[in-house]
């Protein structure tokens, strides 16, 4: 399938790795002007390396907890290309494995810091961007959930960032559909990034045997379907929190 983002500007958070970094390639690859962040530079730019048309792209160190961070590389994107970003991915986000009764208030913070505060500030920040623009709007954002907000032994603190973020997809929907910019989701699966990898091999080929494909899904597999979510394909879609899965928990 092929989309045509006719130099749409996306702003892709976690884009330094993983799910994000695919995102990236194929927004690009499909001629999308693409922002680059992740919390530190030095992978913000690695990603860059990979993209077409790179003078096109820009990179960013963003911390998705900071308002002002935040605040700095959305004015910095309206003063290099004239316009804000009307395409944006949340993919920032950590995962650790803790105990509930292990479980203290800064692991807590930080999950939720990170996976569910970072974005609910740039999605705000996003629409508060285009509706000042006073341009017609036709925008989408799409977050990053889990299947694990269904309940995972251990990660007490990650299953609620996560279903935080699907509830706050939902609202955001609810609220700014009417104003051109749709708001959806993904809860990807046992996925091959970074996040998980630190599980060791043997606990991710236990679960890889209960997921119905038999096996991890790949970073790209997850993006592919938040591209089509960003683009005019999925016009009607508003809301929606698509399990890609390979069939785990359905």
Known sequence: MSYNFGDRIALVTGGGGGIGRSCCEILAREGARVVVTDVTLKTAKETLTLLPRQDKHMAFALDVTKK???DEVYQSIKTHYGTPPSLLVNCAGILTEIPLLELNEGSWDLMVDINLKGSFLMTQEFARCLLE???DVKAAVVNISSM????VPKWVHYSASKGGVTSLTKGCAAELASKGI???CVSPGPINTN??????KQRREEKEKIVPLGREGRPEEVAEVIVF????RSSYVVGASIDVSGGHRM
């Open 148 to 151: 694990a907000a269904r309940g």
């Open 195 to 200: 996040l998980v990898v630190y599980q060791g």
């Open 68 to 70: 002002k961070n935040i």
């Open 229 to 232: 979510l960003l683009s005019e």
């Open 182 to 184: 749709r708001v959806n």
């Open 133 to 135: 623009s006073g341009k």
